[in-house]
């Protein structure tokens, strides 16, 4: 099976920064997309922002200029450098990955993976 394990959340002041981390584990055969969706009380999950594995990223408008999305594919990780922090910031942050893992016969099959969820919280 696949994991998906994140780490970085926390408390911090508007204007500050943290970084998150998610790294895949298990039985991959290959990454797809990786990327962070966000999801605040009474909201809808968004997205935040993703990367292919051939380096290309896409942010939410909300958060370009000041969030980085980056990836180790050695490490099958994903980060995202948030800066400049606003109080809207906050909300849970879930690592998304599409992954083609093995199967028992060594077959392959692909589908989406969610963390577990990390809080992230920016005070005024």
């Known amino acids: 099976q696949v994991q998906l394990v994140e780490s970085g959340g926390g408390l911090v002041q508007a204007g500050g920064s943290l970084k998150l981390s998610c790294a895949a584990s298990?039985?991959?055969?290959?990454?797809?997309?990786m990327g962070w969706y966000r999801q605040a009380p009474g909201k809808q999950r968004e997205l935040v922002a993703t990367?292919?594995?051939?380096?290309?990223?896409n942010y939410a408008d909300s958060v370009k200029g000041r969030f980085t999305i980056s990836r180790d594919n050695a490490k099958n990780t994903v980060y995202l450098q948030m800066n400049s922090l606003k109080p809207e910031d906050t909300a849970v942050y879930y690592c998304?990955?599409?992954?083609?893992?093995?199967?028992?016969?060594?077959?392959?099959?692909?589908?989406?993976?969610w963390g577990q969820g990390t809080q992230v919280t920016v005070s005024s």
């Open positions: 990367m292919t594995s051939g380096g290309s990223t």
């Open positions: 298990g039985s991959i055969f290959s990454i797809n997309t």
């Open positions: 998304y990955a599409d992954i083609q893992r093995f199967t028992i016969t060594s077959a392959t099959i692909r589908r989406n993976y």
